[in-house]
């Protein structure tokens, strides 16, 4: 994800203590650009641009489990 509109599917976790980043579950899709914000423990991620153009896609990451789930794209 990141600042990249380069689509990636790469997700990195951030120690400020030990300053350095160690590799969570890549996302479903590669993305670029997406919008994320972290409610409730969990990260959301929402649309960017994919490898075919703009995506309406909608997943959920549960940092306790390491996993993302689909949640239904946008229209």
Known sequence: MGFSFNPTDEFLEYDPVQDQWTPRA??????????AAAIEGKIYTVG?????G????????????NVWSPLPSMP
């Open 54 to 65: 703009l995506s309406g896609e909608l997943t959920v990451y549960d940092p306790d489990t």
């Open 26 to 35: 890549p996302l479903p899709s590669a993305r670029g650009a997406a919008a």
């Open 48 to 52: 960017g641009d994919s490898v075919f």
